[in-house]
């Protein structure tokens, strides 16, 4: 086994291209790590291209290889895009943290990644890179094949950065997860939303779930109740409800019932919109 | 199986390694280099025994590629102590009971060092979410807990009076 640390990325994808699928790109080595490795591996996690976070063009870029830890402290993810804070505040320990990595979390395409959950509520696309030099950008949640199986061949494309729209004036987001325990524990359910406000009326809103199919599942029925109103308890109530009977969930013996998980996602959908919604009102620029 | 020439920085002397390109840093350390104070429990990133510091942030040595270390500093338990003086993070660890079996001790002293270190006056929920990666089966935390208060505050005492 061979292991090289790339300079750039055009490195990177000529080191992929010289051997024709036998090198595959690493990051926090988190995943990787404990699978089996294979026989070239390419590590991008001090690429200039994966490392940035910034705001231009009226777009967040975050550079794949941002680990967890930096994008929770990060002021930018934080103010304009709290869901991906809130996210990457729980993945596993302060140590998985300081390592791990966003673009790992999403190409790693476990179904409940805390990461890329945020990432599909608040509309991110990855900026993927293959060997041909060709660049593309896909939304996050187009990017599973199955359970924890990418799109993205990593012997042979890489995700340079994640790209969306900032919440703006009128705009929140937030991310909930309930697990075991705190730290060190994999969500049963973890859900995220994002929602747009002129005044008090919800103008767009986008949430999402997981565990619920292979991809962070968007909640459409759930979203459609609440477009174009301006929320009052009985609606708040009817979320619940609607969240919880639109997603088909499975349950497994080790980790809960899909009753259970079931009842969860409707709780968390609840709070987690009304949550986003609250900050949407807050960032409205005091319209009432 | 290859090796590969590695160059880091550990404990603050420059070291080369010829090392397996796919073993963990854990390995290297404890195996090849003879630094037993790393410890190994779980081996998946779960437990946080092998807690060392890479450019100063705590990391799990089992799942860091040796690889990944080239030109970073390393920094492990070994380098709180000599053979005749402890730091003071680990006086308060015995001071506060802190230490039963022992063997999460270095992951913990390591997770509080680099804590107090970004931060010298902690809360107890900051003390708590530093040390959340390191699982400890004797001491049920709290005293884990109290003795890294305890070193933030003898700190906060040495540094009021110089
Ligand atoms: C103890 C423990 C607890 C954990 N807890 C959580 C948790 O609570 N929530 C959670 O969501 N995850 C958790 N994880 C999973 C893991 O830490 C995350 O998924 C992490 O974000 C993966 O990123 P990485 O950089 O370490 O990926 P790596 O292991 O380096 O790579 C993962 C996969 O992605 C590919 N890849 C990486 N970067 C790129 C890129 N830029 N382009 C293309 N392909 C790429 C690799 O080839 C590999 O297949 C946990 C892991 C451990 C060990
Ligand atoms: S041995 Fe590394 S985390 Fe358990
Ligand atoms: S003192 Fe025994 S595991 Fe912590």
């Not at chain 1, 804070?85 to 943290?97: D, K, L």
């Not at chain 1, 705190?182 to 997981?210: D, F, H, T, W, Y």
């Not at chain 2, 092998?50 to 500093?73: H, M, R, S, Y």
């Not at chain 2, 053979?83 to 999460?104: I, R």
Request: net charge negative; hydrophobic share 40%; charged share 20%.
């Amino acid at each position: 086994m061979s292991y090289i640390i790339a300079s750039d990325l055009n490195q990177a994808l000529q080191i992929l291209r010289d051997s024709k699928g036998q090198a595959r790109v690493i990051a926090g080595a988190t995943d990787l790590f404990l699978q089996t490795l294979p026989a070239e591996l390419v590590d991008l996690a001090e690429l200039y291209e994966t490392t940035q976070l910034e705001e231009s063009g009226g777009l967040l870029s975050i550079g794949s290889a941002v680990t967890h830890a930096s994008a929770a402290r990060s002021l930018l993810i934080r103010s304009k895009a709290a869901a991906l804070a809130e996210a990457c505040a729980m993945i596993g320990s302060p140590q998985v943290r300081n390592i791990g990595t966003i673009g790992g979390n999403v190409a790693n395409a476990a179904p409940a990644a805390d990461a890329a959950v945020a990432l599909v509520a608040l509309g991110a696309k990855a900026v993927i890179t293959d060997i041909e030099g060709q660049t593309r950008e896909e939304a996050v949640e187009e990017l599973y094949a199955g359970y924890n199986r990418s799109v993205i061949d990593s012997s042979s494309e890489i995700i340079g950065r994640l790209v969306f729209k900032p919440c703006a004036a009128g705009e929140g987001s937030a991310f909930m997860r309930f697990a075991p325990r705190r730290a060190l524990a994999l969500p049963l359910v973890n859900v995220a939303a994002r929602i747009r406000v002129s005044g008090r009326r919800i103008e767009a809103v986008r949430m999402v779930a997981a565990p619920v199919k292979p991809a962070p599942t968007r909640l459409f029925e759930t979203e459609a109740l609440l477009q174009e109103i301006i929320p009052g308890h009985e609606i708040w109530a009817k979320v619940e409800e609607a969240a919880a009977s639109e997603v088909e969930v499975r349950g497994s013996i080790l980790r809960c019932s899909g009753q259970y998980r079931r009842h969860l996602v409707g709780t968390l959908a609840e709070r987690v919109l009304k949550e986003a919604y609250q900050r949407a009102c807050a960032s409205d620029g005091g319209e009432t | 199986m290859k090796k590969q020439a590695i160059n880091f920085e550990l404990n603050g002397e420059p070291v080369e390694v010829f090392t397996e390109a796919s073993g963990s840093l854990l390995h290297l350390l404890r195996g090849q280099l003879g630094l037993l104070g790393t410890k190994e429990g779980c081996g998946a990133g779960e437990c946080g025994a092998c807690t060392v510091l890479l450019d100063n942030q705590p990391v799990n040595a089992c799942l860091v590629p040796a690889a990944k270390i080239e030109g970073k500093q390393v920094q492990t338990i070994e380098s709180l102590s000599t053979s005749n003086t402890v730091h003071p993070l680990q006086e308060s660890f015995v001071k506060k009971g802190a230490v039963q079996c022992g063997f999460c001790t270095p992951g913990m002293v390591l997770s509080a060092y680099a804590l107090l270190k970004a931060n010298p006056d902690p809360t107890p929920g900051e003390v708590k979410e530093a040390i959340s990666g390191n699982l400890c089966r004797c001491s049920g935390y709290k005293q884990v807990e109290e003795a890294v208060l305890d070193a933030a505050e003898k700190k906060d005492q040495a540094s009021s009076e110089d």
